[in-house]
């Protein structure tokens, strides 16, 4: 691997860790368990590691974005996660953001680096 693809890559994974949190707060306005979401966010085209999800779910919970519960009815038990009040409430306001960045960035990213004053 060259040094250019070392560097995209590294980057690549920062852009996609600032991501990850709205996409796993996306999925859970129904019950999922953990590999459930490693499965829907990849079909969605959204790759996240299981070693990345599960601390992610834990922190989200531990600041009361997600409520959780054990499902102990199948053969393997499973923790399932949804949204509480409080991470309905947040994540629509990131929802909110996330759309401004979007557009911002499609602007800064087709601007083709003209200035419209004139001081080039």
Avoid: C, H
């Avoid at 920062?14 to 996409?23: A, P, Q, S, V």
């Avoid at 759309?99 to 200035?115: P, Q, R, T």
């Amino acid at each position: 691997m060259s040094e250019v693809d070392e560097l995209v890559d590294k980057l690549l994974q920062e852009l996609r860790r600032g991501t990850i949190t709205i996409g796993v707060l996306s999925q859970l306005a129904e019950p999922q368990y953990g590999y459930s979401l490693v499965t829907i966010l990849s079909e969605k085209g959204v790759q996240v590691e299981p070693g990345t999800l599960y601390p992610l779910l834990r922190r989200l919970e531990k600041q009361g974005l997600l409520e959780s519960q054990w499902d102990t009815n199948k053969a393997r038990p499973r923790k399932y996660y949804l949204l509480s009040a409080t991470g309905k409430q947040v994540f629509d306001q990131l929802k909110v953001e996330w759309k401004k960045i979007v557009a911002s960035m499609d602007v800064v990213l087709n601007d083709k680096g003209e200035s419209t004053d004139g001081d080039d």
